[in-house]
């Protein structure tokens, strides 16, 4: 069975206090490691699509990567602006449905 | 693009009621998923469709769930008879399907069944 483990549950930062979010993951071939970002009474929203361990991308203050074991979102110099929950997912090889963890609820105080 | 549409966005029953939740998705996107979201659950999937046919039930609670979509621009959860334990906030999305299609998220059902 596909689990996806994120830590930590809540983090608070200052901000331009900078700090990495943890996904780790267990797959049955992995197809795709999803990134989104909550908002409260939102949807999620799509961030990233990492595919092979080494595989980087950035996207503003945030850059994912991945190993064969588990992702990082690192998160430089964050704004209030960047308040939300951040889930991880795993897509595994052949099928479409995407397995998520609990998320990481981030908070950035001015 | 007007992104996935659900409807309601707020729905409140009473146990024992029959409970339909809506969603519209992307345009040419022939992949649809219902999820359900709790605090301690996190984000679980009940069921998704290929194609307008349900391929993965298999997170779908009890026969109390069902799940249509009919046509490729709408699809249905339907609960029945709703009870406490179904209170939850009800995704849906879809995509244009394959290895690393995002899945385009709704805003949610939130239902509160008293």
């Known amino acids: 069975e596909d689990q996806v483990t994120q830590s930590p549950e809540a983090l608070r930062l200052q901000e331009g206090e900078s700090s990495s979010l943890n996904c780790s993951y267990t797959?049955?071939?992995?197809?795709?490691l999803f990134w989104y970002r909550q908002d409260p009474g939102k949807g999620p929203e799509f961030l990233f699509t990492?595919?092979?361990a080494g595989e980087e991308k950035e996207k503003e203050r945030l850059k994912a990567t991945l190993t064969k074991k588990e992702s990082f979102l690192h998160i430089t110099a964050p704004k209030p602006e960047d308040s939300a929950t951040y889930l991880c997912?795993?897509?595994?090889?052949?099928?479409?449905?995407?397995?998520f963890g609990k998320g990481t609820m981030l908070l950035v105080s001015p | 693009d007007a992104g996935v549409i659900q409807s309601p966005r707020h729905e409140v029953t009473e146990m024992g009621q029959e409970v339909t939740l809506r969603c519209k998705p992307i345009?040419?996107?022939?992949?649809l998923f219902w999820y359900r979201q709790t605090m301690m659950r996190g984000l679980e999937l009940l069921i998704y469709?290929?194609?307008?046919?349900?391929?993965?039930d298999s997170g779908m609670p009890e026969d109390r769930f069902s799940a249509k979509m009919p046509n490729a621009s709408f699809s249905t959860l339907k609960i029945q008879p709703s009870e406490p334990r179904d209170s939850a906030v009800y995704f849906c999305?879809?995509?244009?399907?394959?290895?690393?299609?995002?899945?385009?998220f709704g805003n949610g059902t939130r239902l509160t069944v008293t």
């Open positions: 999305a879809s995509s244009l399907g394959g290895r690393g299609s995002p899945l385009h």
């Open positions: 797959v049955s071939g992995l197809r795709g």
């Open positions: 990492l595919y092979s």
């Open positions: 997912a795993v897509q595994a090889r052949g099928y479409s449905t995407l397995t």
């Open positions: 345009s040419g996107h022939n992949s």
């Open positions: 469709f290929n194609n307008n046919v349900p391929i993965d």
